[in-house]
């Protein structure tokens, strides 16, 4: 594993994923689900009303950077085992955490009672924000060497 790649790439993931995070939570959670949120009000947290949004930004963008250099590291551990371009590679490997994504989705619809269109909702937003950054990732990251592929 190269760590200076692996690096860079988590910080290019973590940029990526506080821009992707604030459009789809626009988009999904902002317009789409919206009404959802406030017809299951009592499910949620007061903190995003009651709180600075200031707070709140700091709190998600600090989870967001954390995400990005997990999310490199591991990139660069795995990433000689998918096959392609590196923007493929990188493609491959957001898949496969969205994948492990929609298990705990799965699992937090058997125990929750939340309408499935939120549940949905989610998804697709999961499947933003690891597909992008995978890209991301396989590009920054760029070929796995040599060395790394006979390891």
């Not at 790439?9 to 973590?14: P, S």
């Not at 957001?94 to 939340?114: E, K, P, Y």
Request: glycine letters at 10%.
């Amino acid at each position: 594993m190269n760590m200076k790649k692996a690096l860079v790439a988590g910080i290019a993931a973590a940029v990526t994923l506080i821009v992707v995070s604030m459009i789809s939570g626009f988009t999904i959670h902002g317009m789409l689900l919206n009404d959802l949120y406030e017809q299951t009000a009592s499910f949620w947290r007061p903190m995003v009303k009651t709180q600075p949004m200031t707070q709140f930004f700091i709190c998600l963008n600090s989870a967001n950077v954390v995400a990005g250099l997990v999310l490199g590291f591991l990139y660069a551990w795995v990433q000689g085992g998918f096959t392609g371009s590196p923007a493929a590679r990188g493609f491959k490997f957001g898949m496969l955490v969205w994948i492990l994504s929609l298990l705990s989705l799965m699992s937090s619809s058997i125990v929750f009672d939340l309408p499935l269109q939120i549940y949905f909702g989610w998804a697709l937003d999961h499947l933003l924000l690891t597909v992008i950054p995978g890209i991301v990732l396989g590009v920054t990251y760029g070929s796995p060497s040599r060395q790394t592929m006979m390891a």
